[in-house]
């Protein structure tokens, strides 16, 4: 055999490697739960960090303590040059270097769905399964911005975060929020939306490894899945039945949707008890149904 047969023997046949995308504001320290439960079950796994997260993430000294939140809010923001296609094409080409070594199952939260659904949309071939866990999947609709208003995301609780936005985002090219505010309203209001299984110190450690800016561009790009090339790859959706910021009825109408789109290929769908983000909480048991789609 020659040393590209031997590979693509591998790919077929070898245990696979999920790879993480986080969403909005986050990086790929946010998936350190589920990676330690699946590399205990045996299992490779990779998190990526998109571009302008992770360690390219910009914390501007007005956002350090004490902060200067009249400066913050006229920072420049390099979030601001990318784009949607962007970080799919970055996901794309960590999927092509990992898929030499087997099978990969790519697995998206919340804004990350988007990201996932553009990968899928280009690279279907390389793709053994796509897994959304409480993430965005554009059918009819195509953006985040216009899926948000719609009467199933009426219950969202994102909208009780606006106050701690900072800075015009029509100036600064992002959106910017100040994860660090102290206020007692934010806080709460933030917990019922995102983590509200977790405890005060559980939600607060996740806060601090939040990042301020998020680019416009995954909020109001085209975002669409492609029947014919998405629509392929064998797919999965994880619901979650506590989230108050995309609401089950928002994702049961994704699921609805896509499996109009490619009815001889439906979503397998799966449910776990968590907030948004509370997810991590269970690690053991999400890690256990990503397991079983190997």
């Known amino acids: 055999m020659t040393q590209e047969t031997d590979r693509e023997a591998s790919r077929k046949n070898g245990q696979p490697t999920y790879v993480f995308v986080h969403g909005a504001g986050s990086n790929s320290f946010s998936w350190a739960p589920l990676l330690r439960e699946l590399a205990l079950l045996g299992h490779r796994t990779l998190a990526v960090d998109l571009p302008g997260h992770g360690f390219d993430a910009q914390f501007p000294i007005s956002y350090q303590a004490p902060q200067d939140l009249e400066a913050f809010a006229t920072e420049p923001s390099a979030m601001a040059r990318i784009t949607l296609q962007d970080s799919v094409n970055h996901v794309v080409d960590i999927v092509r270097r990992v898929a030499v070594h087997g099978p990969v199952i790519l697995v998206g939260a919340s804004m990350g769905g988007v990201i996932i659904s553009g990968v899928g949309n280009a690279i279907p071939e390389l793709l053994s399964r796509i897994v959304y866990i409480s993430a965005w999947c554009c059918v009819d609709l195509p953006s985040i911005a216009e899926y948000s208003q719609t009467p199933e995301n009426n219950e969202s609780l994102l909208p009780s975060l606006a106050g701690v936005a900072v800075g015009n985002p029509t100036q600064i090219g992002v959106g910017r929020t100040n994860y660090r505010s102290a206020d007692p309203a934010f806080l709460s209001n933030a917990k019922a939306a995102l983590?509200?299984?977790?405890?005060?110190?559980?939600?607060?450690?996740?806060?601090?490894?939040?990042?301020?800016?998020?680019?416009?561009?995954?909020?109001?790009?085209?975002?669409?899945?492609?029947?014919?090339?998405?629509?392929?790859?064998?797919?999965?959706?994880?619901?979650?039945?506590?989230?108050?910021?995309?609401?089950?009825?928002?994702?049961?109408?994704?699921?609805?949707?896509?499996?109009?789109?490619?009815?001889?290929?439906?979503?397998?769908?799966?449910?776990?008890?968590?907030?948004?983000?509370?997810?991590?909480?269970?690690?053991?048991?999400?890690?256990?149904?990503?397991?079983?789609?190997?």
């Open 195 to 294: 983590m509200a299984d977790a405890t005060d110190d559980q939600f607060r450690a996740f806060l601090n490894t939040l990042q301020p800016d998020e680019s416009l561009s995954m909020m109001v790009a085209d975002a669409r899945v492609d029947a014919k090339t998405w629509g392929r790859i064998p797919h999965t959706y994880i619901r979650l039945t506590r989230d108050r910021s995309i609401p089950p009825s928002m994702q049961d109408r994704m699921i609805a949707e896509a499996d109009a789109l490619t009815p001889n290929n439906r979503f397998d769908v799966r449910t776990v008890e968590a907030s948004h983000v509370g997810f991590v909480l269970k690690a053991r048991e999400v890690a256990g149904i990503l397991a079983s789609l190997a």
